[in-house]
Structure formats: structure tokens, C-alpha cells
């Protein structure tokens, strides 16, 4: 079935530092991909989206290129805030299989130091 | 527009006892909905999912229930809560294509 792999966490980085956090994910069809982030204390916003291979989505100065050729959706930013502290998630949803499920990584804590 | 509500925000219940928890949607018309939980310090599993009233279709094998009595409401429940059921439990939504989901601001469930 599908799923989704993210690199593990936290991660701890200086306020102006760049960012990179990786995701892979493992479809037998043509998902779309999306990263979600979850502030402290709060429910899921969706930070971006990218529907099919070659896609960049971005938000808020993050950034993912939807890679077909390497099933990966890496989220990066050039220069991370201490207000982007929090968790992200990577996710695959597939319309025409598994009844276009939400399917998600395993969430990356992101701390970022002043 | 669009909108989607959870509540309570945050529960403490005793070991046993019953639980419900509800999650309407606003603003659109026979929407799948998602019930997720995250476990302290983990990912967000699927629990739920419902494509229209009365549909539910279970992921994982567990001590909760769902149901769907109208279009846009979705009650996960419990008669007899566990310790394991304690996490944040979060109801979300998908548009029929499938593309996109928004989620409610969750539910802070501890059993004790």
C-alpha cells in the first residue's frame, strides 16, 4: 500500500538557518503530495501542495518540488523563523486508490533557536 | 466558505467511561470525512472514514466507533474508554476530488 517516510526529528536549528526536511513516499499510482504543519497546541493547516510530478509548491517561503523520479517531496526553506517552530508533516493522498486517504509521515519536529 | 468544528477542545475522562466526540462541516454538501489520532509524540494514524451517511469504514481495529446520522456530522465514540485511548483526536474533510483536506482544531483526549 501506500506510505510515506520522513527524516526523524527534532531538528534544531538557529534562527536565519536553512532548512531541509526529507520525504519519501510509496504509491502504486499518482498521488498528490502535500506538507502540513501543526503549531503547539493546535490542529493541521496545510502549508503547500503539489498535485503531479515536476509541481513546486510553496507558502510562507517554504518550498517542495513534487520528484517522480526519486518518490521524494523535501520541504526547504532558505531562512527558517523562531515562529516556524513546530511539527510537519508530509502526506500522500491517492484519488483512485485506497479512496483518496490522507496517508501521512510520521511528523518532523522542527525547534528553532533565537 | 468552508468550515469545520470539534468539539470539546480538550477532555479528561476516567477509565471506562463513555466517550463522544463530534465534528460538523459547513459550507459543503456530502463531503468524505477523517477521523485521525495522534498519539503523544507520534504521527497521525487514520481511524475513520466515511464517504456518505451511514458509510463507515474502519482502518485500524480499536476500542472506538464512528457514525455519520447526517451529511455533514461525523461522532466518533467509545462505550468504555481505555488508557490507550488517551491522544489528540483530529476530524478532517475532503473535497470529492480528493485533493486537498481540512482538518478541525482537534481534541485533547486524556483518559486517567
Known sequence: ?114 | SQTIHQWPATLVQPVGSPLSLECTVEGTSNPNLYWYRQAAGRGLQLLFYSVGIGQISSEVPQNLSASRPQDRQFILSSKKLLLSDSGFYLCAWGPESGLGYTFGSGTRLTVV
Open chain 1, 1 to 114: 500500500g501506500n506510505s510515506v517516510t520522513q527524516m526523524e526529528g527534532p531538528v534544531t536549528l538557529s534562527e536565519e538557518a536553512f532548512l531541509t526536511i526529507n520525504c519519501t513516499y510509496t504509491a502504486t499510482g499518482y498521488p498528490s503530495l502535500f506538507w502540513y504543519v501543526q503549531y503547539p497546541g493546535e490542529g493541521l493547516q496545510l502549508l503547500l501542495k503539489a498535485t503531479k510530478a515536476d509541481d513546486k509548491g510553496s507558502n510562507k517561503g517554504f518550498e517542495a518540488t513534487y520528484r517522480k523520479e526519486t518518490t521524494s517531496f523535501h520541504l526547504e526553506k532558505g531562512s527558517v523563523q523562531v515562529s516556524d517552530s513546530a511539527v510537519y508533516f508530509c502526506a500522500l493522498s491517492d484519488q483512485y486508490n485506497q479512496g483518496g486517504k490522507l496517508i501521512f509521515g510520521q511528523g518532523t519536529e522542527l525547534s528553532v533557536k533565537p
